[in-house]
């Protein structure tokens, strides 16, 4: 008799922070990307959040407004928001672009009437701003003192309104007004300190409904600190361990916070009766037991809470996918792989286009990740050598005495690198004539050409041939043309040179006394000439039309003309002149 797979199930940890209603902090940490496969089937491997750590309850809290970002001497900021020592300061309302509250540092140039110096930065009110604070983790607090600006004469002296919001819905308010003497009373010059009562105790935030105000050392103290769930976890056990069905556990929360604190477990968002203490048992934990649990931690503040998965693991799991391809060559070699965990023993089967690769069953047990499941498999297969027949659908069949699965899809190109097959050739011609080049390549399609002159791509030579109808002498050049496809290499072919000849219109210009001739010529077509054909023409004389000999140095370019002077002319009877272009 075959022997029954033992089941086994995997906890994991999860970690929501909830202050009121409101998260303040969710911290998500997965040791990798999840295949698609794996996102509705496995629970996040790990999660621990860490929750801003706040103050002990009673302790005085002195923000100073000195943090990061720092504010340069003699400058002002205008921000919608600042942090320190877990306060949180922002405007009050809606607040318009460019808009919010002040950070001066040190006074500016308009001088201590208006910009009060304590040698520190501090927060300032100008027209139509406000400001409201309070705990980032939902603790409630009590206002023992702040420094108001002292102003003098020049500014008039106004109260500064302080309303606090305490725990159960009440409100308190006080006016705060300087003495407008600039006598340093306070612990900074320009600053007079003022100390609230025990009114301001046990609140929420406050708000300062107006503006024209500036303030530093706010000093609180925390009357009732919000619970935090500092650690969910299984005495002695790491996350992701892989337990036999039945093994006894308890889940022990450790909470911090001001007391008392109250504890309720959900599953999957439902209250466990009687489960109200900080560990939570589970006696002969079985696959029904899987889900989502849940522990809320409430005191007279707030609220938090902290998660736990526990998963049944008989079913394979695809976890991840590795791969390191794209399009390949032929040659080419490429591995793929698959994670995969489940209930011993495991089957495992690579595919090609949905039929099994003989003795593609190969897997290796994956023991040092922290993140991965113990006895998480690894599945590889490597093509070496592939050819064009490779190209197709890749995949790892998986089944166990429970369930069947199967990974994503892994789809592998082979293409091949584009060839040049036909060279373009040398060419001379005639200006008006129509020359043609021709090109051939082979590879995967498409192929795209593309050719160019003297380097330079021709917007219009995109076909395998290049046709240039009615020439010009300015045609002449280096013609070549380059293949593109699939791959990231290019086949360029070699360059063949068109030389289009022009005859020339030789015209008389004049006769000097000394008898020096001067001549010009020009492309019968009319086209002006340019300061490199020069070097491609060469003037000849004959005093009987059979015998000819060059006249070296006598060529010039003027506005496009051939210009050439014989200034020895005056010592022959007669004299033939013919100018010759060399054809290379």
Sequence with gaps: MAKEPKEHFLFALEMNSVVGDTYSGRCVQTPMPFSRNSCSRIAVMMLLCAVNQGFGQGTPIQITFDGPPLIAPGTAKFVQQYYESNMWFRPLGVVEPGNGFGRRGRPLSDGPAYSPDNGTAYIQGAAGDSLVFSLLDGSTFNLLSVDLAEYSSVVPVFAVPFVGYRLHGSTVVTNLTPDGIIDGTGPLADFQTFNFGPEFSNLTRVEIPSSGWSLDNLVVSIACAAPRVASLEFPGLRPNTLLPAGTNLTLVATVVGTPPLYYQWRRNGSNLPGAMQSTLSFVNPQPSDWDQYEIIVTNSCAAASGSISLRFVGEPIVLDTIATYGILQPGDS??????????????????????????????????????????????????TNVQLEDTGIYRLAISNAYESNVSSDFYISVKIPPTILLQPTNQTTWIGDTVYFYGDATGSPPLRYQWRKDGVNLPSGTNSFLALPGVTRHDSGAYSYYVSGWTATNATSSNAVLRVLAPQRLTFLNSAVSGVLTFASQDADGAPLLLQDLSGFELQVSTNLLNWSPLPGNLTLTNGFLEFRDTNSWTHMQRFYRILERVP
Excluded: K
């Design 334 to 383: 490429v591995t793929i792989g698959v994670y995969v965990f489940g209930g011993l023993p495991l089957s495992l089967q690579w595919q090609f286009n949905g039929s099994n690769i003989p003795g593609a069953t190969n897997f290796t047990f994956v023991m040092d990740s922290y993140f991965m499941p113990p006895l998480t498999c690894l599945s590889t297969l490597t093509l």
